[in-house]
């Protein structure tokens, strides 16, 4: 063994020491049958090296949602806005929109505030690493878009989602689908997938940091993001709606909050619900969570200051007795970012695309 490779190696075990980089942890039935899908993906055995500048959660976070998500550049095929049951208002924004008919499609679900322009990373790297059709469907009040009818979710509404898919499969009837969710964009996903269980038309899932029960997630935001994020639904979902909300009289109440917790407490009434309990039991995703079938693989960093790795721990037994699901966990990775390498790329993204691809 050399010299050179000896120092080399010292030197890569400083720098892992000091950025937190580990080999992933996997909480999953060993008996199940995801064990022969773990056993090909080699990114799963070897360490997540953050990107070394990124070690620092905050700063982390920070390069993703303020400089990344600026940087990317893509120009989605169209976007398509479809008019709900109810009147609402949602819409599909699509990449790789011509490629052929019996091309797989990725349907993604966003985050709390996403757009098109903020997933555009996510869809240019799930497009990159597959070659499939990339999906995006946008939930009422994102992005701009109208808002005829006086209701919105911070999670989204399964009814909607099921219309979309529904489009979806009607112009692409032969595509296999697979589903992506981003942040809150889980809840949507892991909702639907519990109360469709067998009758889902997804081949496979991936959750990326989820908050799991959506009743005290929010409690265990960190304090600066709960106030910030807090800020943000107002100006995506209040402000710009003044007359769609002129008839409901909580928002008042509505615009005194000061955290997600406080807000997600008095607004069930802007997405539709009488009450607050009411509210939990139709959009919580815990409630379904034994009730899904496919294979459906959750990604969390244990330095994640949004969707805290606390809450996943009532749930870790239950998971590790469900054949079809794994919980994967980094040390480091923050908020959706899991940037690696010098060239700050995106290790979540491999690990989807990877994942997708063995089904």
């Known amino acids: 063994m050399s010299v050179i490779y000896k120092v080399s190696q010292f030197v890569q075990s400083v720098l892992d020491h000091i950025t937190g980089?580990?080999?992933?942890?996997?909480?999953?039935?060993?008996?199940?049958?995801?064990?022969?899908?773990?056993?090909?993906?080699?990114?799963?055995?070897?360490?997540?090296?953050?990107?070394?500048?990124?070690?620092?959660?905050?700063?982390?976070?920070?390069?993703?949602?303020?400089?990344?998500?600026?940087s990317v550049q893509l120009d989605y095929d169209h976007i398509e806005q479809l008019t709900m049951q109810d009147g609402g208002i949602t819409a599909i924004a699509w990449y790789g929109y011509n490629l052929p008919q019996d091309t797989p499609t990725i349907?993604?679900?966003?985050?709390?505030?996403?757009?098109?322009?903020?997933?555009?990373?996510?869809?240019?790297?799930?497009?990159?690493?597959?070659?499939?059709?990339?999906?995006?469907?946008?939930?009422?009040?994102?992005?701009?878009?109208?808002?005829?009818?006086?209701?919105?979710?911070?999670?989204?509404?399964?009814?909607?989602?099921?219309e979309q898919i529904a489009c979806i499969q009607s112009e692409f009837p032969n595509s296999a689908l697979y589903a992506v969710g981003s942040s809150a964009g889980t809840g949507l996903?892991?909702?639907?997938?519990?109360?469709?269980?067998?009758r889902t038309p997804f081949k496979a899932s991936f959750a990326m940091c989820p908050g799991y029960d959506t009743e005290v997630g929010f409690n265990n935001v960190h304090p600066f993001y709960t106030k910030i994020m807090t800020q943000k639904l107002f100006k995506a979902f209040i402000h710009p709606y003044e007359s769609t909300w002129q008839n409901i009289s909580s928002v008042k109440n509505v615009l005194t909050t000061k955290t997600l917790q406080q807000f997600q407490c008095e607004y069930f009434e802007?997405?539709?619900?009488?009450?607050?309990?009411?509210?939990?039991?139709?959009?919580?995703?815990?409630?379904?969570?034994?009730?899904?079938?496919?294979?459906?693989?959750?990604?969390?960093?244990?330095?994640?200051?949004?969707?805290?790795?606390?809450?996943?721990?009532?749930?870790?037994?239950l998971i590790q007795q469900m054949k079809n699901i794994v919980v994967v966990t980094t040390k480091r990775g923050s908020h959706c970012g899991f940037y690696e390498g010098l060239r700050s790329k995106s290790w979540a993204s491999r690990l989807i695309a990877d994942f997708l691809k063995q089904y």
């Open 21 to 70: 980089a580990e080999n992933p942890k996997l909480y999953f039935d060993q008996q199940g049958q995801l064990k022969d899908v773990i056993d090909k993906m080699p990114q799963l055995k070897q360490k997540y090296r953050p990107t070394p500048w990124l070690s620092n959660r905050h700063i982390h976070l920070l390069y993703f949602d303020v400089i990344k998500k600026k």
């Open 107 to 162: 349907v993604v679900m966003h985050t709390i505030t996403g757009t098109p322009e903020s997933m555009r990373e996510l869809v240019k790297d799930l497009y990159e690493h597959t070659g499939w059709r990339i999906a995006l469907c946008l939930r009422r009040g994102h992005a701009g878009l109208p808002m005829p009818v006086p209701r919105v979710s911070l999670f989204g509404f399964t009814d909607d989602l099921r």
């Open 189 to 198: 996903l892991v909702r639907y997938l519990g109360e469709e269980g067998e």
């Open 270 to 317: 802007m997405a539709g619900f009488q009450d607050y309990a009411s509210y939990n039991q139709a959009i919580n995703p815990v409630y379904v969570f034994e009730n899904i079938t496919i294979p459906l693989m959750i990604l969390n960093a244990e330095d994640d200051p949004v969707c805290s790795i606390k809450n996943l721990e009532p749930y870790k037994p």
